[in-house]
Every structure is written in C-alpha cells, then in structure tokens.
Nanobody, 128 residues
Framework: EIHLVESGGGLVQAGGSLRLSCTAS????????VGWFRQAPGQAREGVSS????????YYASSVRGRFTISSDTAKNTVYLQMHSLKPEDTAVYYC?????????????????????WGQGVQVTVSS
C-alpha cells in the first residue's frame, strides 16, 4: 500500500526557516515526480515545487523561487522542502504528492490534477 507522510511543519516567525519532509512507503521515488502543494484557508491548492529524480527536473512556483529548495535523499526515500525567508502569506497546509507525470507542458508538474498519491498534510504557520 502506498503512503506519503509529511513532517516538519510548525509555527515560525516571519523571516524564519522550516524544512518539510515527505517520506514514502510502498514505492520508491526513483520513477515518479514528487510535488509539494499548499492550501491556505479559503484558497485553492497551489503547486509549490516538484522534483523528478529520474531526469533531475525541478520546478518552483514564482511565489517561492529563491526562498524554497526541494531536494531528495533516495536512501531514506524522502523528499525535502527547505523553506527560508518565510512570510505570513506562506501560511498554509502543505501536502506532498507523487505520481508518474506525463506532462502536457511544464506547468503540469505543479498541477494537482497530475498527482494520484497524497500525504495527509502538515500545517505551516508564519507569524508576522
């Protein structure tokens, strides 16, 4: 059975940092794309970043580029999202997702409809 588990969320002051982890069981990340998404109250889910280990493709939403970094540790079957310079508008529930992506274009990698497997989400709250 496939499971994704996020961890590392919490409360941080503006300008601070957090590192989220997404660990998989039931499959390995070698042949899939792993995406990070977030959803703030009353807002649509937003693609934040994605990584495809097989070809090294990485994408970031413009709102986080330069502040967030996605990486992986294949030995731990874990993908990380390092977040720096956090802003109150980064406050959201963060989800990781995984699937084999067959992109129509690059934005597919940050589109939630492209992913079948999802974690339960972790809260990130950034105080001003």
């Amino acid at each position: 059975e496939i499971h994704l588990v996020e961890s590392g969320g919490g409360l941080v002051q503006a300008g601070g940092s957090l590192r989220l982890s997404c660990t998989a069981s039931g499959f390995t990340f070698d042949d899939v794309t792993v995406g990070w998404f977030r959803q703030a109250p009353g807002q649509a889910r937003e693609g934040v970043s994605s990584i495809t280990l097989s070809d090294g493709k990485i994408y970031y939403a413009s709102s986080v580029r330069g502040r967030f970094t996605i990486s992986s540790d294949t030995a731990k079957n874990t993908v990380y999202l390092q977040m720096h310079s956090l802003k109150p508008e980064d406050t959201a529930v963060y989800y990781c997702a995984a699937d084999q992506i067959f992109p129509l274009h690059d934005m597919t990698y940050l589109s939630d409809f492209a992913y079948e497997y999802w974690g339960q989400g972790v809260q990130v709250t950034v105080s001003s």
